[in-house]
């Protein structure tokens, strides 16, 4: 028989999501007739828009869902190009655009470009978990840099001076970040963008959230950093502002003279990216889509707006206020010194489903908590109800 001594030792050291158990405990406890208010998941609860399902019925119709260019379908890259023009006011060649499956092979192929064994990668520790895994798989080791409140949650110019070293070969920001809903502020992402050219490294910037701001007008680092933007790696995704997480598109905007080795990773590792979903998201860009979506990016700060006051009503710490995506990363240590075990209480005794720390790094995972606001308002509110019920009686 098998055993784990068997397998390759990476696999050893790559951990489990813990809010898959606790989702996993959730639907048990469902399954037993409770009723539980899910602030654990990390999609947004809309549909896919309309526009992009016709179009996708469309494409399905018309037959011919074969292989594409690993590149992805040359209008989509075009489509992609254009809306950094018409969004972001950036120039982008579409030759630099890679349509991915999801942002996380874009991240897996970036990775895959750039890191050799042993190499070092700076992440912002919390930060999202998957970084962390893509670096190892690859047997490079990523580099946990605490954030706190000072910086935003996020990597700064100074922080990634003062941890590079002469294996270090990048690091990556994502802004607006998960778990944190924190984003770099302009300046900052300026300074990081020539500090990173300065110690010939690079840079890739998760771009995923960036569509969901709530505080002023997004502006992608392509933007914010033009004399550095044709050495940048910016990732991005259909998954969290077009409502697509299941039809797994993402895309890369890299520098043009590492597509073609993009490219050819791509096509060994998963030939091209899905197509029916490319054809569907060519409708992502039409005015009807857009139209749809920002009414839902409203929605959603509406949420934020109601949720950060009332959990730190509550007593759950937020010194900053997340300005985009949609998660909220508290401070739970005034509740229980192990959030885990929080997050199990609080599941139990309050019917409410969060996600510990722990998922997102090892700088004081005990005592945060991550909030999604990936629900509707009217269960938001029972969801703070009975935190409140819960918390009052403990
Ligand atoms: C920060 C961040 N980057 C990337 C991803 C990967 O998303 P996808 O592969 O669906 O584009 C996620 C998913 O939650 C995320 O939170």
């Avoid at 489990?16 to 037993?32: C, I, K, N, W, Y």
């Avoid at 899910?38 to 019925?57: L, R």
């Avoid at 500090?195 to 007008?217: F, K, M, N, P, Q």
Wanted: one cysteine or more; aromatic letters at 8%; glycine letters at 8%.
């Amino acid at each position: 028989m098998e055993t784990r001594t068997d397998l390759a030792a990476r696999i050893r050291e790559i951990a489990p999501f813990h809010v898959m158990e606790v989702q996993t405990a959730a639907r048990s406890l469902e399954a037993s007739g409770r009723t539980i208010v899910h602030m654990e998941i990390g999609e947004p609860d809309f549909p896919t828009p309309a526009p992009v399902v016709a179009a996708a019925q469309r494409a399905l119709a018309d037959g011919g869902i074969y292989y594409t260019s690993a590149l992805g379908l040359p209008e989509l890259r075009r489509a992609i190009a254009t809306h950094y023009r018409d969004r972001f006011g950036v120039e982008v060649s579409p030759e630099r655009v890679i349509v991915t499956a999801g942002s996380s092979a874009a991240l897996l192929l970036v990775m895959a470009l750039l890191v050799n064994r042993d190499d070092r990668f700076l992440l912002a520790d919390p930060g999202y978990p998957c970084n962390r895994q893509f670096v190892r798989v690859l047997e490079g080791e990523p580099v946990g840099v605490p954030v706190g409140p000072t910086s935003n949650y996020q990597l700064t110019a100074e922080l990634i001076e003062k941890n590079w070293t002469s294996m270090t070969r990048g690091a990556l920001i994502a802004s607006p970040s998960n778990p944190t809903g924190t984003m770099v502020a302009h300046d900052e992402m300026r300074a990081i963008a020539a500090t990173v050219d300065r110690l010939a490294g690079h840079l890739i910037v998760d771009e995923i959230y960036l569509g969901l701001s709530y505080d002023h007008e997004p502006q992608s680092v392509l933007g914010l950093a033009r004399e550095h933007a044709d050495e940048l790696f910016v990732v991005s995704s259909f998954s969290k502002y077009f409502n697509m997480t299941g039809w797994r598109l993402g895309w890369i905007v890299a520098p043009e003279r590492h597509v073609r080795d993009l490219e050819t990773l791509a096509q060994n590792l998963y030939i091209s990216p899905p197509t029916l979903s490319q054809h569907a998201a060519l409708a992502c860009f039409e005015p009807a889509t857009l139209a749809i979506t920002e009414e839902r990016r409203q929605a959603f700060r509406a949420r934020r707006d109601f949720l950060v006051p009332a959990l730190r009503e509550l007593g759950f710490g937020i010194p900053t206020t997340p300005s985009g995506g949609f998660f909220i990363y508290a401070d739970s240590s005034r509740f229980a010194a192990d959030s885990q075990a929080f997050c199990r209480d609080v599941l139990e005794g309050a019917g409410v489903a969060i996600t510990p720390g722990i998922d997102f790094g090892a700088y004081r995972p005990n005592e945060h908590v991550r909030f999604a606001y990936t629900i509707e308002m009217a269960k938001l509110e029972s969801g703070v109800e009975r935190l409140a019920r819960y918390l009052r009686g403990r």
